[in-house]
């Protein structure tokens, strides 16, 4: 049954279709600039792991040739949706990308952003304002169907979910689409989007290409849109197959979706990892990092630590045996004995795992988990952590959502430089100040050129 009034994604259409890079405050594209520089640097490193070698041998088959969108750090070109899927899978391949907006919002929205856009002939300003878009479509519908910690507990990864609502904003506004094609491609996103927790049980990694799955719904949804095709505009209202009954239990929260629609982006809403793990872990591990600092603790002398969590963060973030560079990233006590080693959680301590580390395994195995029903995934763990002289400290570690790299809690725009230095570092040559020069100046840029040529060559990792 259809309804008079506009819907969501109609609101959210005709919010966005008429919004550009001139109606964006400068915090929020000075705020951006920071997520695609981050968004950009994990990816090239991302585009080096054997995951992404998998995706791209699989689909060069099938897609490849001189007329489609850039895979980023390859040569590749494929179809602009499956340079969307590569990119995105590229970017989430270790898990230090940003969050906030759909779940993981720069791995969904920019792969969908920049492989329109570069077929599009957009400019630098009209990317800037699509993925911001992107970020705040992508929050807002997560916010519609309950919010994070209420979709996750269903077992729903918001990534691959709310993130094709996410990245079809981003291409249609890189596309120019009208109110009406805006809202047909958020339909049509929300008529094929997926994606659950069930990777968590095996560590499948279904994980990784949930943010570049969503990347190529959203491109397809809105080249679709844009060429006449209509998808349902009650696609969260409608009571029989529409989102709020088939995914959030029945219950809808419109309301919320629209709080702060055109005054609120949604940029400050999201986070920058510092730490190459879960984000559920970082609140305990920056707690743990300020106990070292300014308590003096070590390993030598802690006797024992029990992080207590909600039956969701137990889920998650509970991974045993650690293997594998995804069991490390989903283990908060390997994430905490990291902490109370005084190693900086990079991708150097997860990508391998350092259990071969006497010392770190040493901490790990005094480090214990356990569920209390009563607290929520966003009250953050509980660590009681008991010291060789007979002293007990408990410490909440509150949302791991407010921990570093938050707006409460921000990393500053040089740490964001410093992290793609870094991680860029092995990749050798100029890259890393060619693509922060790059980000720098998309503002001015009439088009993309500069920014593609730095994602264009190859990497090879220098020994």
């Known amino acids: 049954?259809?309804?008079?009034?506009?819907?969501?994604?109609?609101?959210?259409?005709?919010?966005?279709?008429?919004?550009?890079?001139?109606?964006?405050?400068?915090?929020?594209?000075?705020?951006?600039?920071d997520h695609i520089l981050d968004t950009l640097a994990v990816a090239l490193v991302g585009t080096t792991t054997?995951?992404?070698?998998?995706?791209?041998?699989?689909?060069?088959?099938?897609?490849?040739g001189d007329a489609g969108s850039l895979v980023w750090g390859t040569g590749t070109r494929l179809t602009p949706a499956h340079a969307a899927l590569v990119n995105g899978t590229s970017a989430h391949a270790r898990d230090f990308d940003d969050g906030g907006g759909p779940g993981?919002?720069?791995?969904?929205?920019?792969?969908?952003?920049?492989?329109?856009?570069?077929?599009?002939?957009?400019?630098?300003?009209?990317?800037?304002?699509?993925?911001?878009a992107g970020y705040d479509i992508g929050y807002r519908t997560l916010q519609a169907v309950g919010g994070f910690a209420a979709h996750t507990d269903r077992g729903w990864h918001s990534s691959g979910t709310m993130g094709s609502f996410a990245a079809a904003a981003a291409a249609a506004k890189c596309l120019d689409a009208d109110k009406n094609a805006f809202a047909d491609a958020l339909g049509i996103a929300g008529s094929f989007t997926g994606g659950v927790w069930a990777f968590?049980?095996?560590?499948?990694?279904?994980?990784?290409?949930h943010p570049g799955k969503a990347g190529e719904t959203g491109v397809d949804a809105a080249v679709?849109?844009?060429?006449?095709?209509?998808?349902?505009?009650?696609?969260?209202?409608?009571?029989?197959?529409?989102?709020?009954?088939?995914?959030?239990?029945?219950?809808?929260?419109?309301?919320?979706?629209?709080?702060?629609?055109?005054?609120?982006f949604n940029v400050?809403?999201?986070?920058?990892?510092?730490?190459?793990c879960c984000r559920g872990c970082h609140s305990a591990v920056d707690v743990m990092k300020d106990l070292v600092t300014n308590r003096g603790l070590t390993p030598e002398n802690v006797r024992s630590i029990v992080i207590t969590a909600g039956t969701t963060a137990v889920n998650m973030l509970s991974v045993y045996p650690i293997d594998t560079v995804f069991d490390a990233q989903f283990s908060l006590p390997y994430a905490v004995s990291l902490a109370l080693c005084a190693s900086a959680l990079g991708l150097d301590d997860y990508d391998p795992p350092r259990l071969n580390d006497p010392r770190i395994a040493a901490t790990f195995a005094k480090v214990s988990m356990r569920v209390d029903d009563a607290i929520e995934i966003e009250d953050g763990p509980r660590l009681d952590i008991e010291l060789t002289n007979g002293e007990t400290l408990v410490v909440e570690a509150g949302n791991?959502?407010?921990?570093?790299?938050?707006?409460?809690?921000p990393m500053t725009h040089d740490e964001v430089v410093a992290k793609a230095t870094l991680l860029l570092e092995p990749l050798g040559g100029d890259?890393?100040?060619?693509?922060?020069?790059?980000?720098?100046?998309?503002?001015?840029?009439?088009?993309?050129?500069?920014l593609l040529s730095v994602l264009a060559a190859e990497r090879v990792p220098t020994p």
């Not at 969904?108 to 993925?131: D, F, M, N, Y």
């Not at 100040?433 to 720098?440: C, G, N, T, Y």
């Open 1 to 33: 049954m259809t309804s008079d009034s506009p819907s969501l994604t109609e609101r959210l259409a005709t919010f966005w279709a008429r919004t550009g890079y001139d109606d964006l405050p400068k915090d929020v594209v000075d705020g951006i600039k």
């Open 50 to 64: 054997p995951e992404v070698s998998g995706v791209v041998d699989a689909l060069s088959r099938f897609s490849a």
């Open 104 to 132: 993981h919002a720069g791995s969904t929205v920019l792969p969908a952003a920049l492989a329109v856009a570069e077929k599009a002939g957009s400019t630098g300003r009209q990317v800037i304002a699509a993925t911001v």
């Open 200 to 209: 968590i049980d095996d560590g499948a990694l279904t994980k990784r290409l």
């Open 224 to 264: 679709l849109a844009t060429g006449g095709i209509t998808g349902p505009r009650r696609i969260f209202e409608a009571k029989w197959g529409g989102l709020y009954a088939v995914i959030a239990g029945g219950t809808g929260h419109t309301d919320r979706a629209l709080t702060g629609l055109g005054t609120d």
């Open 268 to 276: 400050a809403s999201s986070y920058l990892k510092p730490y190459a």
């Open 400 to 409: 791991p959502t407010y921990a570093r790299g938050s707006a409460q809690n």
């Open 431 to 450: 890259i890393a100040s060619r693509l922060v020069a790059a980000v720098e100046a998309l503002d001015d840029a009439p088009n993309l050129s500069e």
